[in-house]
């Protein structure tokens, strides 16, 4: 029986070949644009406090399309958004397939549609270009505060066409924005480093972790502390940082340490939405057991992080 053999020469002469079949059989594939929503059905959406920017991005998808630029018409979608509220907003139990039980859901737990006061929304068509796969519809979001906290709104969007006329991914064509808790510049992801230390002692206990800063109000973020459970409030005003106590049975008497002022230095950044900068702090927690008081020194790095 005669054997053949291949050798890696005949393989690579070979290889311009094969990629060139490749590429010439996908020259002659087409598949016309697909228009979606990637962030399509209902979102939570944590919006900055006052006013911000929000990108919902619309995508087509094809290879070798005929459409080489595309407007995208995107709708408010009050008829859909009247709808989900309807469905959301009550329940029905049911045995063999007939209803026991209708409830109305509490006001207070009804989503409702968002007031015009606090959005304002582009033109209607999103433009996206030659070859590219995406585009922004970019929402301008106002009047943003605390007030909102624990509230349902929502914005309902749909695609509606295009300009030419292309493929619509129905299941993809809607999305409903939830506002979750609007958020302050300062909240968000961080990296944390640094270290406890006790006065009589060598001790030290190293910090390296990722945390995440909440919103407590428009200039205080809270963040984890060293000890399980512990939360320590991190106030900014006036370009001063302060450093207290989060609420709870046990504070820990939290304090800022005299002659040596945490600092903030860093600025908002639009593509993020939120502050990027680094936090240094500087301050000292209490233990209290068998009627001793332990004094501890913290100093914390608290690195912008994603």
């Known amino acids: 029986m005669r054997r053949i053999f291949i050798t890696s020469i005949t393989l690579l002469l070979l290889s311009p070949v094969i990629f060139w079949s490749c590429e010439k059989g996908l020259d002659n594939v087409q598949y016309e644009s697909t228009i979606y ?37 995107v709708v408010y979608d009050q008829a859909g958004g009247e709808a989900f509220i309807n469905d959301s907003n009550n329940y029905e139990l049911t045995f063999l397939g007939f209803p026991i039980l209708f409830k109305d859901i509490p006001e207070e737990d009804r989503y409702k549609l968002l007031p015009e006061g606090y959005y304002t929304l582009p033109q209607a068509t999103v433009s996206i270009k030659g070859d590219e796969v995406r585009s922004f519809y970019s929402i301008n979001f106002k009047n ?140 000292t927690y209490e233990i209290v057991a068998n009627g001793v008081t332990t004094v501890y020194t913290v100093e914390e790095d608290l690195k912008f992080w994603l």
């Not at 944590?46 to 990108?55: A, F, N």
Request: charged share 20%; with cysteine; glycine share 8%.
């Open 37 to 73: 929503f990637p962030l399509s059905g209902f979102n939570d959406v944590s919006l900055l406090q006052g006013e911000s920017t929000y990108d919902l991005a619309v995508y087509r998808a094809g290879i070798n399309q005929s459409q080489k630029n595309l407007e995208v018409e």
């Open 144 to 283: 943003i505060t605390d007030a909102l906290n624990g509230t349902k709104y929502i914005l309902p969007l749909k695609i509606v066409g295009t300009n030419p006329e292309a493929t619509l991914l129905t299941e993809k064509s809607s999305v409903i924005l939830h506002l979750a808790n609007p958020r302050n510049v300062w909240a968000g992801l961080y990296k944390s480093l640094g270290e406890v230390s006790t006065s009589g002692t060598s001790d030290i206990l190293k910090i390296d972790a990722q945390c995440e800063a909440l919103t407590i109000d428009e200039n205080t973020i809270s963040i984890p502390g060293p000890l399980n459970g512990m939360k320590v409030y991190v106030s900014i005003s006036n370009n001063q940082v302060t450093v207290t106590s989060g609420v709870g049975p046990e504070a820990y008497n939290i304090q800022d340490i005299s002659g040596q002022p945490s600092t903030y230095e860093g600025a908002f950044n639009e593509t993020y939405q939120r502050n990027k900068g680094d936090f240094k702090l500087y301050y």
